[in-house]
Structure formats: C-alpha cells, structure tokens
C-alpha cells in the first residue's frame, strides 16, 4: 500500500469537502480517521430510566473546528436525537424528567445552563430554550446533582480564603499589577502542563435551586465546603467528578484531595475527606477520614442507601502504582474495612449496585479493562457485628474491551428487567468508545476470572451486551481496520508474556511486510483492547505495517508482582521481554521482512527507544516520543519528584540510589548509539521536560545519526489538538516509511 500517496488523497479530499462522495468506499484506516471518529465524553440516565444523554466530540478537519453538542437516546428503542450543535455544550445531566442542565462555554466561560425538553417533539433546542443558570466569575470544572435536594456540587478555581476567583481582575502580585513574576516558596511549581498559581486552589462549591414549573434559579451564593482549608479537589492533573460524592439525601459530601504540606512533591498521600451540609444550614468542618494512611486514598463514592463510604486505597508510601484496595467506611460508626478479595488486580474505578449490596469494579486485566462485581451482602451485616469478613469472589461480568464509566438501572425499571442493568462505555481495537447496557445475570451465575496466562474467552454473561449509541456508525462503513491476535511467549527468565499482533490491512501473505514494534509507557501501563486517540495500533496497520504490541514485565494487570518487576529495574527485564516478543513475532510471522523493523515508544517508552540504541542494532529506524534522556536530569525537572524517587530508589545524591540511577541511564550508553531516530517532544510537558527531547536530538546529531526533531510548543505530554494530532501521525509514518518502503 502507498501510504502517502493515499495520505494525500484524503487530505486533499478534505479541502475540496469532497469526503461523503469519495469516501463512500471504504479504505485503510489513516491518520485522518484518528482526529474525525466522533467522541463520547459523559452520560446521564434521565431520573426515569427512559433517556440516555450524552455529549459528542466532532472534528471538521476542513475549518480546524472542533463542536461539542448534546445528544439523546430512548433506552427503549434506541432513537437519538441531536440537542445542541455550534457550540461547546457538555457534561450534561438531569434536573429532573423534564429538564437537562449542562455545561457551556456560550458566554464565554464555563457556565451551567439548562433547557425542558419536550419529549412529543424533541429536535435541536431553540435557543430562546436555553436558560442560562449561573454566571460566576470564573469556569465550573467539574458537576454532580441531586436532585431530592436540588443541590449542586461542582469544583472552580478558589483564593486560599475560599472565594471564587475572577477572572478578568486576577492578578498575582497585588502590589504590582503589571508583573508576569510569579514567587513559589514550595513544591510544586508546575503540574503537568500548567504552572500553578500560589495563591489559588481547585475547592468544591454547593448550589442549592429552586424550581417552579420547571424554571430554576439559584437559592443563594455559591458556597465553599473546603474553605479555611489548603485543600484541591478533584486532585490536579487527572482529577474530576470521581473524586467526590453526594449522599442520596444530598447532605453528606465525600471527596479526595491532596495533603498540601512542604513535602507533597515527593508525597503520594491523598486523604478522603467528609463534610456534612444540612438542607438551609452550614457545611460543618472538613474531616479527613483517612489521615493514618500515607499512600493514596481516592475515588470516594457513597452507597445509594447512605451508610458507606466505598474507596480506593494504596498503602505503601510514595509508589504511584501499588495495589488499589477496596475500603468501606460506615458513616455512622466510623469504622474502616478492607474487603479481602480473593484477586490480583487493582481496580481504576468502584460503583454501587442500585440495593448498595453489590459493588462493580473496573480493572486492567490481561490486556484489557474488565468488569467485574462483588457480592457484600453477608459482608455488609458481618461488618455491622465487628465480625470478620471471609475473602470474597470476585465475579467476572465483562471480560473483552476497554470498559468505563458505570451507571446503574435498578430491576424493573427498563421494561421488564428482572435482574439490575449496568450502563457503561466500551471500545475495542477495531471500534471506537461508544454506550452500551447489559443486564447482570445472578451473582450465582457469573464465574471468577482465569488469572492464569492464557488467551482470553469472553465470560457467557458477555452475550448480553447491547449497544445503545452509535456515533461511529459512519467509521464502521468507511473504515478498513486490522483484526487483532493476542499471543504469549516466553519471556524472561521464562515467564509467560503477553501480547498484541495485528496483521497489515488488505493483507496479502506473498508479500513481505515491514514491522511497528510498539513500546507502551508508564513503565506501569499496558497495551490494551481499547480505541486510543493517540497510539493507535490501527494507524500502523493501516499505513502497511505488522504490528507488535508487548506487555512487558512491569505491564498493568498481570498481578502485582509482576508490575513490582520493572521498579530498580528499568532497562533488565522489561527489555529483555521486547527482544524475545521481537525475536517470537519475526519466528512467528515469515512474511515480515526483519531488516525493516521500527521501534516506537512514549514516555517511557520513549526511554526505552532511548536504551535500545544504546544495546542494540537490530531497528532499521526509531520514534521517541518525549522519553528519558538523562535519569538524573530527568529527576531534577520534574514534577511529580515521589516518581523518580520509587523507580530509582532513592534520591541521586544518595549512593546507593545514584549507582541505579546511573546503571539504567541512557545517556550513559550515547556513544553506542547508531540508529537514526525521529524525536518528538512536547514544550507543555513537565512530567519530561523538553530538555530530554532536545538532549536526545542533540546527541543523534552530534554522532553523526540520521534524525529529526517534531516540537510542539503548545502540546504537552501528549499530542491533543486535532491538526498537531493529524501532523504528528503522517509525519512518523513518512519518517518509519523512508527506511522500510
């Protein structure tokens, strides 16, 4: 397949705004599909289990423009209806049967708006429909609602004495108006891709409303329930609304946040934290219900009958990638437990089942992310009578895809349904993020997971699954993309590691075909069976390429132990996976050609790219993408310092810990490096700094290495916007295509 000269032929067709002529015919998924697939960002089931609304993300390659506007399915018989359009209107939600209330930019900053829809004729709101509810001085982030209480919960940009910012006066030096000079006495001084502002904090406020026929307004001024505190919440940089929790009676607030002290640079510890705030009266003190754990507490979320507190903890100090236990707090009795689960997993997210018996739990697990369920009733009446829990199973419900955000319709609530229906979105490799249902067959039913390595088979309850949305429907027409295989192999030391191989789109087995090797980052991440806007497999398939996928020793869901592997150990085991994953797919697969093998990788995959051309060279060509040049550079800028300090052992002033340090740094091993590389880098990003890009790119030149440099002054650890995206897909595969075509 020419990939430029079928890259050129969509862009052109593009500016021409010929695509629904000439696109009719379906083709190799490119570069051009990854920034207009359509994108689900939130949704929300109507009180009546009726609706589903949701918000959708389309891209115009064309003008540059990107629109946000609202949609709404019929649970019943799936018709959809767009709501808004030519604006950016999100994280909708439901004041009540009638009325939706959600996010806008319209008047400039994020503000809450809302309409009553009319369900005889539903059809793009008028804007004379559209209410706007607040106008604060400064953007709403993050929204829950509850709607017995009509209260608000939402997150905003705070001054260290708890009001809300404005935006248009806001200045850092009140004494001098007109200096750009911001002065930090602690850590951190950025985050992510944002220098922080001393004096300002993300705090939690409360809105109660009133509603008469429909029409709301606000009872009173916003209120801050974290005021007098140096609190943050959601926690920067990843943060949201699953970072707090409203009781049903929508007087008990439940949230995380970071403990603000002189050392939180090099400190993981995050507390769940209570307040109580009574209809008409006053949110009491802030409690921090967690304080004797050092490590991560997080994601609180409040059972529907209001007597626990559900929430994810990690216990050792400072290690961003230990092991999630499940906690219940009682609110009543203040007590803490932890369920002992009979499981090696960790789970990303906990939601309730609509009795508060059940709780599911989302995870990374063998190359995907699962669902699964745990039965509490026992345990919840055991806990009641300080009694001792047995271990308990955990269930596997969904056991393909990449699955999140769980909703919750209780039995009989959506036709005839007898048993509890979860709401939740999933994607795979070949289907970008979408809604679907799927009702929980009895506890009894469902069977525990195969833990052991082996190729996944989707569970029986799986058959049930049914998709509620389609706004890829247009993709799945037009788009070509490449089946997946999974495989293991034996890696170090023997022990059985997983993988992802897809074959070239339009796959001819007489010819011999050039491999993407893909290295993933973290080094706690994995390749999954998921639909990424970013490092998507198919867009190597697509250009003509094999693809390789390893999930290598310090991959998530594999167990714990097995993540623990990677840490002190960043260029041993982890590498010694890639060349034997490498070694088995080239084994494996003849008619891929082994003197045209790319190695790509981000992050931490970046380093790796970075180590292999000092050990190796076996690459015809290499892509890093803002990866570790110098581990000890690396360690002084940037920002998240607890990192560095578990993965390395120490600080590098520290003996022991300056002989790992320097024992996996790639800089140590330069003068070996011979492969030409492709460096890309992001000016935004101070996980890595773009001194590490600019050091790698340095030293390829000062060899004599073939090499580029791709920078992005507005991007930041990742590349998002829609035309950098488009631009950084064509131009690795022009740069891997001119050694291997």
């Known amino acids: 397949?020419?990939?430029?000269?079928?890259?050129?032929?969509?862009?052109?067709?593009?500016?021409?705004?010929?695509?629904?002529?000439?696109?009719?015919?379906?083709?190799?998924?490119?570069?051009?599909?990854?920034?207009?697939?359509?994108?689900?960002?939130?949704?929300?089931?109507?009180?009546?289990?009726?609706?589903?609304?949701?918000?959708?993300?389309?891209?115009?390659?064309?003008?540059?423009?990107?629109?946000?506007?609202?949609?709404?399915?019929?649970?019943?018989?799936?018709?959809?209806?767009?709501?808004?359009?030519?604006?950016?209107?999100?994280?909708?939600?439901?004041?009540?049967?009638?009325?939706?209330?959600?996010?806008?930019?319209?008047?400039?900053?994020s503000q809450l708006w809302y309409s009553t829809l009319d369900f005889d004729n539903l059809d793009l709101i008028k804007e004379n429909k559209l209410k706007q509810l607040t106008k604060l001085t400064t953007s709403i982030n993050n929204i829950e609602y509850n709607q017995k209480a009509k209260r608000l919960l939402f997150s905003a940009q705070a001054y260290l004495n708890g009001t809300l910012v404005n935006d248009d006066t806001y200045v850092e030096q009140e004494d001098n108006k007109y200096t750009t000079g911001i002065v930090y006495d602690k850590l951190f001084i950025r985050h992510w891709d944002t220098f922080l502002k001393p004096s300002v904090r993300e705090q939690l406020f409360v809105l109660d409303l009133r509603s008469k026929n429909n029409k709301f307004s606000l009872k009173h001024q916003p209120v801050n329930i974290m005021n007098g505190n140096e609190l943050e919440s959601p926690v920067s940089p990843f943060g949201d609304s699953g970072d707090f929790s409203i009781s049903p009676d929508g007087q008990t607030i439940a949230f995380s946040s970071r403990i603000e002290e002189h050392s939180q640079a090099w400190k993981t510890n995050t507390d769940v934290f209570l307040v109580k705030y009574p209809i008409d009266g006053k949110p009491s003190a802030v409690e921090n219900l967690t304080k004797s754990n050092p490590g991560y507490d997080n994601y609180p979320n409040i059972s529907p009958d209001g007597q626990w507190i559900a929430y994810l903890e990690m216990r050792e100090e400072n290690y961003e990638s230990d092991k999630n236990r499940v906690m219940l707090?009682?609110?009543?009795?203040?007590?803490?437990?932890?369920?002992?689960?009979?499981?090696?997993?960790?789970?990303?997210?906990?939601?309730?089942?609509?009795?508060?018996?059940?709780?599911?739990?989302?995870?990374?697990?063998?190359?995907?992310?699962?669902?699964?369920?745990?039965?509490?009733?026992?345990a919840l009446i055991i806990i009641k009578k300080k009694g001792t829990i047995p271990t308990l199973a955990v269930k596997e419900l969904i056991g393909t895809g990449n699955n999140d955000t769980i909703e919750v319709i209780p039995k009989r609530k959506l036709g005839n349904n007898s048993g509890e229906i979860i709401v939740f979105g999933r994607s795979s490799f070949t289907k970008p993020r979408d809604i679907y249902k799927l009702e929980v067959p009895s506890f009894d039913k469902l069977k525990t997971e195969n833990e052991k390595r082996v190729i996944v088979r989707p569970p029986k309850s799986e058959a049930g699954i049914t998709q509620i949305t389609?706004?890829?429907?247009?993709?799945?027409?037009?788009?070509?993309?490449?089946?997946?295989?999974?495989?293991?192999?034996?890696?170090?030391?023997?022990?059985?590691?997983?993988?992802?191989?897809?074959?070239?789109?339009?796959?001819?087995?007489?010819?011999?075909?050039?491999?993407?090797?893909?290295?993933?980052?973290?080094?706690?991440?994995?390749?999954?069976?998921?639909?990424?806007?970013?490092?998507?497999?198919?867009?190597?398939?697509?250009?003509?390429?094999?693809?390789?996928?390893?999930?290598?020793?310090?991959?998530?869901?594999?167990?714990?132990?097995f993540v623990k592997?990677?840490?002190?150990?960043?260029?041993?085991?982890?590498?010694?996976?890639?060349?034997?994953?490498?070694?088995?797919?080239?084994?494996?697969?003849?008619?891929?050609?082994?003197?045209?093998?790319?190695?790509?990788?981000?992050?931490?995959?970046?380093?790796?790219?970075?180590?292999?051309?000092?050990?190796t060279d076996r690459f015809a060509c290499l892509v890093n993408h803002d990866g570790v040049f110098d581990t000890i550079n690396t360690f002084f800028t940037t920002e998240e310092l607890f990192f560095s300090e578990y993965e390395f052992g120490g600080v590098?002033?520290?003996?022991?810990?300056?002989?790992?340090?320097?024992?996996?740094?790639?800089?140590?091993?330069?003068?070996?490096?011979?492969?030409?590389?492709?460096?890309?880098?992001?000016?935004?990003?101070?996980?890595?700094?773009?001194?590490?890009?600019?050091?790698?790119?340095?030293?390829?030149?000062?060899?004599?290495?073939?090499?580029?440099?791709?920078?992005?002054?507005?991007?930041?650890?990742?590349v998002l916007k829609p035309a950098n995206t488009l631009f950084w897909q064509t131009q690795i595969i022009e740069w891997i295509d001119s050694f291997t075509k």
């Open 470 to 561: 389609n706004v890829n429907d247009k993709f799945k027409k037009e788009v070509i993309v490449s089946e997946p295989e999974e495989f293991y192999f034996k890696g170090h030391n023997d022990e059985l590691i997983h993988g992802w191989y897809l074959k070239p789109v339009n796959f001819d087995e007489s010819k011999k075909y050039p491999l993407a090797f893909l290295i993933h980052g973290g080094p706690q991440g994995s390749w999954n069976e998921g639909f990424s806007s970013g490092w998507n497999v198919q867009s190597y398939a697509g250009a003509g390429y094999a693809v390789a996928a390893i999930n290598f020793h310090g991959s998530t869901g594999f167990g714990q132990e």
């Open 565 to 615: 592997a990677v840490s002190k150990n960043w260029g041993g085991d982890s590498y010694n996976d890639l060349m034997k994953g490498l070694d088995y797919v080239l084994k494996t697969h003849k008619y891929i050609d082994k003197s045209k093998v790319c190695g790509l990788g981000a992050s931490y995959g970046g380093y790796m790219i970075n180590w292999i051309n000092g050990h």
């Open 652 to 718: 590098p002033w520290d003996k022991k810990a300056k002989k790992i340090y320097d024992k996996w740094n790639p800089r140590e091993f330069v003068k070996n490096w011979k492969t030409p590389t492709l460096v890309i880098h992001g000016g935004k990003d101070y996980r890595l700094t773009e001194s590490e890009g600019i050091a790698t790119f340095t030293a390829l030149q000062r060899l004599g290495v073939k090499s580029k440099f791709l920078y992005y002054p507005d991007e930041n650890h990742w």
């Open 1 to 109: 397949m020419n990939f430029k000269k079928n890259l050129k032929f969509f862009l052109t067709v593009v500016v021409l705004s010929a695509t629904t002529a000439v696109r009719a015919e379906k083709h190799a998924f490119s570069p051009l599909d990854l920034v207009t697939f359509n994108r689900i960002s939130s949704h929300s089931i109507s009180p009546n289990y009726e609706y589903i609304l949701y918000d959708v993300s389309k891209y115009n390659a064309k003008d540059n423009k990107k629109e946000l506007g609202l949609y709404i399915t019929n649970l019943k018989n799936n018709s959809t209806v767009q709501l808004t359009s030519k604006h950016s209107d999100f994280s909708p939600f439901w004041l009540n049967d009638k009325t939706i209330g959600f996010l806008s930019t319209r008047s400039g900053s």
């Open 329 to 378: 707090y009682n609110i009543k009795r203040k007590t803490h437990t932890e369920l002992p689960l009979r499981w090696d997993r960790s789970p990303e997210s906990l939601t309730w089942s609509a009795d508060s018996n059940s709780i599911y739990l989302t995870a990374y697990s063998k190359g995907r992310v699962k669902v699964y369920v745990v039965n509490l009733k026992e």
